[in-house]
């Protein structure tokens, strides 16, 4: 059982920068998959970014890539997602998420732990 923890959101102008944090509980975090996830009002909660377990092999929704970096420490137990050159479109609440399994990782059915989210603000 993994339980995860988002930090870091906030208000940015665009073209700002945030750096969300997840810390999981449990001693089985190396073993999982990890990905975030965002949720605007009104919208479904889409893909933004997934990691394999061993911190490699990461990917990208197309609309933050070249924007977004995602990054698993599995020494320190943290899952990072550094967001630069923000826009408006980026406000949503964000999720980490994680996996044991290796399917449908850029689908929120993919993912069986959750965190509660963070609220990331972007004015224009």
């Known amino acids: 059982q993994v339980q995860l923890v988002e930090s870091g959101g906030g208000l940015v102008q665009a073209g700002g920068s945030l750096r969300l944090s997840c810390a999981p509980s449990g001693r089985t975090f190396s073993s999982y998959n990890m990905g975030w996830f965002r949720q605007a009002p009104g919208k479904e909660r889409e893909f933004v970014a997934r990691i394999n377990w061993a911190g490699y092999s990461p990917y990208y929704a197309d609309s933050v890539k070249g924007r977004f970096t995602i990054s698993k420490d599995n020494a320190k137990k943290m899952l990072f997602l550094q967001m630069n050159s923000l826009k408006p479109e980026d406000t949503a609440v964000y999720y980490c998420?994680?996996?044991?399994?290796?399917?449908?990782?850029?689908?929120?059915?993919?993912?069986?732990?959750w965190g509660q989210g963070t609220q990331v603000t972007v004015s224009s």
């Open positions: 998420a994680g996996s044991v399994s290796s399917r449908s990782l850029s689908s929120a059915s993919g993912y069986e732990y």
